[in-house]
């Protein structure tokens, strides 16, 4: 069962690396609506040290939700993805296994990015490896939901535009502790933990939830 | 007992059953705003509060409570639906589904409406981030994204299916909505909504607003009604029964 999951993880990431200009763009996306955020607001310390946490996020939901459009299409088009729903193995690990494809293309390298990003918003070093944390945290559980609104979404007229009215609201929990761990790291670093723990849970639930309504997504999609 | 639900889970006889029950429940909906509006402005306190009372202004939550109240019960009972089609595979289910969807978004913009309206002379400011008013918010975005996904896929069956799915994941935000209000300490947290008891409320407050509410109430049954009738009947436009409907409702 776990070959399973480990083959189809390996088949997407290897579909990525052939193609690297689509995880790529992703990543510059992320790289320039974090920069210009300096560029319109001004370029005060004080100011970007209180923008920085939030911008961070909302552009790493932004980047994650872009690319979240990729995670069935090319399969969808091309059959592949009717063969995986006939297959005899659970449909449900196929999708985590995409899912966690997804992430390492595109939530990994935010969190690895992040010290670059902190630096550019004059922020902290603790807080700096509190935005690591969190990032770590959150930003699987965007690939998770939003692989929900993806399979919901497949196939459709203006999917994508459709996919952040569907996907951007339930972010919004993950967006507002995600964004509030950092910001409070400023200030007093022992208290971002309630904060962390809320991520872990959110991680947790949504890693047992969300492939599940993303397989009866998918089923319903494609019938 | 199933033959009796099962009757009436076709659309061509639950058609006429709720053609006789919207009269009734439009009747229900005007008495109980009627009384409720009439003991709001006129048999309750005109300040609310010790210190720093509150004048007329507070009125407003006459509208305020029942629509919010309206807008996660009708979520709540949208899911229900939902979820009843997606067990029992029945197309009546996701049409009340679909039905109820606009008239739950209206009452979350109302509430989020009516409760600007208030916060400006009490609060000081029209919006402010509180848990409560983005919880509410994102409630608005819910009922907007099911709308949405049901209207941009063609094939009724997928549609209903797909929106049925989203609003069961969006079920995870409503008690979150709910809750957001119970600020226990001022001192801990900073919401501006705080705890608050249905048995803390004056009696005359409470009446005039539960009044409102159970009018709000009848309204949404109303209209929620009409608007699956018409669902019914475009959907079922090619059988003969719907099309001698229509054909009988045109020439009356």
């Known amino acids: 069962m776990f070959k399973v999951f480990w083959s189809v ?21 992320f790289l320039i609506v974090v920069s210009l955020f300096p ?27 872009l690319a979240l459009e990729r995670l069935f299409a090319a399969d969808f088009e091309d059959g592949t993805l009717e063969q995986l729903l006939l297959t005899d193995q659970p449909l449900v690990l196929l999708v985590l296994a ?90 007093e670093l022992t208290a971002t933990r309630p904060y962390l723990m809320l991520l872990a849970a959110f991680l947790l639930s949504s890693l047992i939830l969300a492939p599940l309504a993303s397989a009866a997504a998918l089923r319903i999609s494609i019938e | 007992m199933s033959s009796a639900w099962s009757k009436f889970a076709s659309p061509s006889t639950f058609y006429p059953l709720a053609g006789r029950m919207i009269p009734v429940f439009w009747v229900l909906a005007a008495g109980s705003l009627l009384v409720g509006l009439y003991w709001g402005f006129f048999e309750t306190p005109d300040q609310l509060g010790g210190s720093n009372a509150q004048k007329g202004y507070y009125r407003i939550i006459f509208l305020h409570v029942g629509a919010a109240w309206m807008s996660m019960w009708l979520y709540a009972v949208m899911v229900g639906w939902a979820a009843v089609g997606l067990v029992f595979n029945t197309r009546l289910s996701y049409m009340m589904a679909n039905a109820i969807a606009p008239t739950g978004a209206i009452f979350t913009f109302l509430a989020l409406w009516s409760g600007s309206f ?17 919880s509410e918010l994102i409630l608005f975005f819910l009922y907007i994204g099911y709308i949405a996904l049901h209207s941009a896929i063609d094939d009724a069956r997928r549609a209903d299916r797909a929106a049925a799915l989203l609003a069961i994941v969006g079920l995870v935000m409503v008690p979150v ?25 004056d009696g005359n407050i409470l009446f005039a607003m539960l009044t ?41």
């Not at chain 1, 993880?9 to 996306?29: E, P, S």
């Not at chain 1, 970007?48 to 932004?62: D, E, F, Y």
């Not at chain 1, 070093?125 to 559980?141: E, F, S």
């Open chain 2, 177 to 201: 909505i709910f809750w957001s209000i119970n600020c226990p300490d001022p001192n801990q947290c900073a919401a501006l909504h705080q705890r608050s008891g249905l048995g803390k409320v």
């Open chain 1, 98 to 187: 995409k899912i966690t494809a997804h992430w390492l293309l595109t939530g990994l390298p935010l969190v690895l990015m992040a010290p670059l990003v902190g630096m550019q918003y004059h922020l902290t070093d603790p807080a700096i490896g509190i935005m690591m944390a969190a990032l770590l945290l959150g930003t699987p559980v965007l690939s998770l939901i939003g692989a929900i609104g993806a399979a919901l979404t497949l196939g459709l007229r203006g999917g994508g535009i459709l996919l952040s009215l569907l996907i951007l609201p339930l972010y919004i929990p993950v967006l507002v502790y995600g964004a509030g761990a950092v910001e409070l790291a400023a200030v």
């Open chain 1, 39 to 65: 560029l319109g607001v001004g370029t005060e310390t004080a100011v970007l040290r209180i923008l920085g946490p939030g911008v961070v996020w909302v552009a790493a939901l932004l980047a994650s939700m």
């Open chain 2, 118 to 134: 208030w916060g400006r002379p009490s609060w000081g400011t029209y919006w402010d981030w509180d848990p409560r008013l983005t």
């Open chain 2, 212 to 252: 409102t509410t159970l009018g709000f109430w009848m309204y949404s049954f109303a209209t929620t009604l009409m608007r699956v009738r018409t669902i019914i009947l475009t959907r079922e436009a090619q059988t003969t029964w719907a099309a001698e409907t229509i054909r009988a409702e045109v020439r009356s």
């Open chain 1, 9 to 29: 993880l390996h088949r997407d990431l290897l579909l990525a690396m052939r193609r690297r200009t689509d995880v790529l763009t992703t990543l510059f996306f």
